[in-house]
């Protein structure tokens, strides 16, 4: 069984749960993204953030990122939106056009979809070839060991949801004016090739799984769900990446 058939995509969340589960979460995420950038404690910064966000066509990752970041001030974090490589970007490396979006230390970065296409996208619909698709898993893995080994946290999410899900928000999409312009052909086009989609996710997750570099599958059929898991697990990821680096973790209760 692969990682994706273990989601258990019924988790939900009463609605006042979700919203104090949300702004506390928001809240420490918050303060220790202050603690990080040296703004608040000894001064020293904290290691590098890395969110990269992957996921299913209308998986909730607009959502959760929106969610992620609604309490940090925007000067103190990145958020980059990767769509298809430019022609300059084809003349070099696939991994070349990322390097200059990462967060240094005390910074963070949000990657809305990411390197990863090269093993997904790519891969299922003939944009590399197969060498290099295959090749991609070594490279990537290389890579995120090189920057955890300079002290990167990197944080990776799967957006998770069934088939039946996305079907009806494709359609929700499609029946509302003012969210048609995000549903295109290509996202039907990719529905159809779901099986061949989660053939290259599953050997992505098991292939470039590390252990500074853990993939977390969130299950995304209920958006409140999702939301809460991926800003309460962030939180948890830059924890224990202090306590990693032998920095004192700030107390949530500290004013």
């Not at 390097?99 to 590399?128: Q, T």
């Amino acid at each position: 069984m692969g990682r994706l058939a273990e989601v258990d995509l019924s988790l939900k969340l009463k609605r006042a749960e979700y919203e104090e589960r949300l702004a506390a979460a928001q809240t420490r995420l918050t303060q220790l993204r202050l603690y990080c950038a040296g703004l608040t404690g000894d001064g020293e910064l904290g290691p590098p953030v890395l969110c990269v966000f992957e996921g299913w066509d209308a998986s909730g990752k607009g959502g959760a990122i929106k969610r992620l970041l609604a309490e940090i001030d925007v000067r103190h974090v990145r958020v980059v939106s990767f769509a298809a490589p430019t022609h300059d970007e084809k003349r070099h490396h696939f991994l070349w056009r990322f390097w200059p979006k990462l967060p240094g230390w005390g910074g963070m970065a949000v990657f809305d979809r990411s390197y990863y296409g090269r093993v997904l996208v790519e891969r299922v619909e003939g944009f590399a070839t197969e060498e290099q698709w295959r090749r991609g898993y070594d490279e990537i893995l290389e890579f995120e060991r090189t920057l955890a080994a300079e002290g990167m946290l990197i944080v990776k999410f799967w957006m998770h949801v069934s088939d039946e899900e996305q079907l009806k928000r494709f359609e929700s999409r499609r029946d509302d004016p003012l969210k048609t312009w995000k549903l295109t052909d290509e996202d039907w086009r990719n529905r159809e090739k779901r099986r061949e989609y989660e053939d290259a996710i599953e050997e992505m997750i098991e292939r470039t799984e590390h252990e500074l570099g853990h993939w977390h599958v969130v299950p995304g059929d209920s958006k409140k769900y999702a939301r809460v898991y991926v800003v309460e697990k962030v939180v948890e990821e830059i924890e224990n990446a202090l306590v990693r680096h032998g920095r004192p973790v700030p107390d949530p209760h500290a004013s």
